[in-house]
């Protein structure tokens, strides 16, 4: 689709547990006609111009994905742990998320943490 070229990459140390050596995982810089299309989709979901929308308003358009509901609430937690809602720039990370695991494939595993300069 001419987006899945990375401009520069960042990496993070996902997967430790228990003092297990961490993997590192390569997130490609987001481009900004990604991003765009990541916006538009959260204003037409914040209907009540809230700068918020709730996991159910969320729910059809992550669905849409085909990835698999557990994998989307791994995204979810990742991003905004135990919150009902996100915002603007946790709506984008979740898309962001959802684009990177379906890219990689059926057994694509969510980072368990994402660096601090994530898209």
Known sequence: DGDSAPVATRSSAAGTTNGAHAQQVEFPMMTAERARM???AFEQL???NRRMVSGTACFGTFMQSGLSKGALKD????VAGQSAELNGHQFIQCMYLIDWVKARGPGAVVPKALPAQFP
């Open 75 to 78: 995204i979810w937690d990742v």
């Open 46 to 48: 914040d209907t009540g």
């Open 38 to 40: 990541y916006q538009t």
